[in-house]
T-cell receptor
Framework: GESVGLHLPTLSVQEGDNSIINCAYS??????FIWYKQESGKGPQFIID?????DKRQGQRVTVLLNKTVKHLSLQIAATQPGDSAVYFC???????????FGKGTKLSVKP | EPEVTQTPSHQVTQMGQEVILRCVPI?????FYWYRQILGQKVEFLVS????????KSEIFDDQFSVERPDGSNFTLKIRSTKLEDSAMYFC??????????FGEGSRLTVL
């Protein structure tokens, strides 16, 4: 069946270090992938997306890598800052209306 | 930058009362969604809405729930007779022609 899984429920990094958050997906027909972050008490916030015809996409301080062979996504955050502390999600894109199905997420804690 | 706005930010109600949560999606978006997040749990899909009708709903979205787009700007979620377990953050989201959903900051519902 379809599922969204995250390798690590928590990740703690030192300020200034790079962070890597991993995500596995099971639906090999997926052609669009999104990363969101959710800060405490706030709504999910779009970070970056990637389509299945790409294997890498860069944004400001963030890079998403897609490995379709092993159905794996990763989000790399360069020079992690305290403001990056949040729960990160790679929700499954499901349905013709673009419904997103969220997993538990990975909690990123940045130590000063 | 355009954003999804939700009101109220916090509502406290008695069990059995009706509640209406309001959302103003981004103006040129056509797809609308409601999600909820019980404290400490994951973000759960409730319903998607397109072309003035429900396009998909989850098993959570039972007969107690309804959605409406009463005019060209508002999108509402009504809970007919609230239960204790309806206490949660409710997030509205909207989407244009690209894949990402834009979420509001949420409405916290507390049922006593």
């Amino acid at each position: 069946g379809e599922s969204v899984g995250l390798h690590l429920p928590t990740l703690s990094v030192q300020e200034g270090d790079n962070s890597i958050i991993n995500c596995a997906y099971s639906n090999s027909a997926s052609d669009y992938f999104i990363w969101y972050k959710q800060e405490s008490g706030k709504g999910p916030q779009f970070i970056i997306d990637i389509r299945s015809n790409m294997d890498k996409r860069q944004g400001q301080r963030v890079t998403v890598l897609l490995n379709k062979t092993v159905k794996h996504l990763s989000l790399q955050i360069a020079a992690t800052q305290p403001g990056d502390s949040a729960v990160y999600f790679c929700p499954e894109n499901r349905g013709s209306q673009g419904n997103l199905i969220f997993g538990k997420g990975t909690k990123l804690s940045v130590k000063p | 930058e355009p954003e999804v706005t939700q009101t109220p930010s916090h509502q406290v109600t008695q069990m059995g009362q009706e509640v209406i949560l309001r959302c103003v999606p981004i103006s040129n978006h056509l797809y609308f969604y409601w999600y909820r997040q019980i404290l400490g749990q994951k973000v759960e899909f409730l319903v998607s809405f397109y072309n003035n009708e429900i396009s998909e709903k989850s098993e959570i979205f039972d007969d107690q729930f309804s959605v409406e787009r009463p005019d060209g700007s508002n999108f509402t979620l009504k809970i007919r007779s609230t239960k204790l377990e309806d206490s949660a953050m409710y997030f509205c989201a909207s989407r244009g022609n690209t894949g990402e959903l834009f979420f509001g900051e949420g409405s916290r519902l507390t049922v006593l």
